[in-house]
C-alpha cells in the first residue's frame, strides 16, 4: 500500500479517440479498493505523435500508461527503441497496452491476451484446454488473441479474415502447427467449441457477414468488442439458436487488472468493477 504523504502515482490511458474510455473509472474504483494512491487520467495523442506523447508523459515525472487503439504497436516499436524491457507476452503479440516507467526503465507489457483468457475461463467458465477454436478477424486483436490462446494449450485455432492474406500471413507467423488458415467461405463448415469475434467491424460501422451455420454445433460465442445489452454478433447469434457467449467487457476490466499489478504489483477484484460496468451499460 501507498504511504499516506507520497503524492499519486500519475498515471493514464493514451488513445486516439480517448474520451470514451472506461479505463479511468476501472483504474480509479481499483485504487479505492487496494488503497493504492494513484491518479489516472486520458491522453490524446495525435495519430503521428504517440512517441512525442509518451516522451512527453515520461517526463513530467508519469508513472505508466495503458496503451490502446490505435497505438499498440507504435508502442511496441517506441519501447524498443527506448532500449526498453519488453514482456514475453508482448513480444509474441508485437503489441503493447501498458508501460511501467517508475523503475527507472522502460518496461512494454501487453495484459490483453490474459484478460481475454481469464474472462474466458474464470467468468464465463470456457474449457480452452484441448479445445477447437475458429478466430474471426486477423488484424491486431486476433493476433494477441491467438497468441494467448495458444499458450493456453488449444487443440486447434481455425483462422479465418475476410482477406485471406492476412489470415495466412498471421498462421505464418505464429508458426504452431495447431493453427490453420481458414477462408471465409468455408467457416460455416467448421465445428468449434468457442468462436471467437476478433474484427473490428463494429468500430468501423461495418457489418459483419456469417453464416448461421457456424453457430449450429452451439459453441461458446465470445465478441471482444461490448456493447449495452448485447452486440450484432451475439445477436446473430442469438437469432441462429445460439445462447451460449460474452461479450468482451469481461476482458476490459480483466486487463485493466493485469496493468494494475503490473504497475503496483497488487491484483485488484475484478468482480465488482464488471458488475458496476455492466449495470451502468446495459442501462446506457
Ligand atoms: P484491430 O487492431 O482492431 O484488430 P486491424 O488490425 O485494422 O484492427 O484489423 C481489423 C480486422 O477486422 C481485420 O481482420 C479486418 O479484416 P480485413 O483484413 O479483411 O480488413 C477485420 N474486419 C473489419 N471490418 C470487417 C468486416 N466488415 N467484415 C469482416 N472483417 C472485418
Excluded at 40 to 65: H, I, K, N, S
Aim: charge should be neutral; include cysteine.
Amino acid at each position: 500500500m501507498s504511504l499516506p504523504n507520497q503524492a499519486p502515482a500519475r498515471y493514464a490511458v493514451v488513445g486516439n479517440p480517448i474520451s470514451h474510455s472506461r479505463s479511468p473509472l476501472i483504474h480509479a474504483e481499483f485504487a479505492a479498493q487496494t488503497g493504492e494512491r494513484i491518479e489516472y487520467g486520458t491522453l490524446l495523442a495525435p495519430l503521428d505523435g504517440l512517441g512525442a506523447c509518451v516522451a512527453g508523459f515520461l517526463a513530467d515525472g508519469g508513472a505508466g500508461l495503458n496503451v490502446t487503439l490505435p497505438f499498440k504497436e507504435q508502442a511496441f516499436e517506441w519501447a524498443r527503441a527506448r532500449g526498453g524491457v519488453i514482456t514475453a507476452r508482448a513480444i509474441a503479440a508485437g503489441a503493447v497496452n501498458t508501460l511501467r516507467f517508475d523503475t527507472g526503465e522502460v518496461l512494454g507489457d501487453n495484459t490483453d491476451g490474459a484478460g481475454l483468457v481469464r474472462d474466458l475461463q474464470q467468468r464465463h467458465g470456457v474449457v480452452l484446454q484441448g479445445s477447437r477454436v475458429l478466430l474471426l478477424g486477423a488484424g491486431g486483436a486476433a493476433r494477441g488473441a491467438a497468441q494467448a490462446l495458444l499458450a493456453c494449450g488449444v487443440a486447434a485455432l481455425l483462422i479465418a479474415n475476410r482477406s485471406p492474406g492476412r489470415a495466412r500471413a498471421l498462421v505464418d507467423e505464429l508458426a504452431d502447427q495447431r493453427s490453420s488458415a481458414i477462408e471465409w467461405p468455408d467457416i460455416g463448415s467448421q465445428s468449434a467449441q468457442l468462436v471467437l469475434q476478433a474484427t473490428s467491424a463494429a468500430f468501423t460501422g461495418g457489418v459483419l457477414e456469417v453464416p448461421a451455420a457456424i453457430f449450429a454445433g452451439q459453441p461458446f460465442c465470445y465478441d471482444m468488442t461490448y456493447a449495452p445489452r448485447s452486440t450484432a454478433f451475439l445477436e446473430q447469434a442469438r437469432q441462429a439458436g445460439c445462447h451460449r457467449g460474452a461479450d468482451g467487457l469481461g476482458m476490459l476490466v480483466e486487463q485493466a487488472a493485469e496493468s494494475f499489478m503490473f504497475w503496483r504489483g497488487i491484483r485488484p477484484q475484478t468482480e465488482p468493477v464488471y458488475r458496476s460496468l455492466r449495470a451502468q451499460l446495459d442501462a446506457a
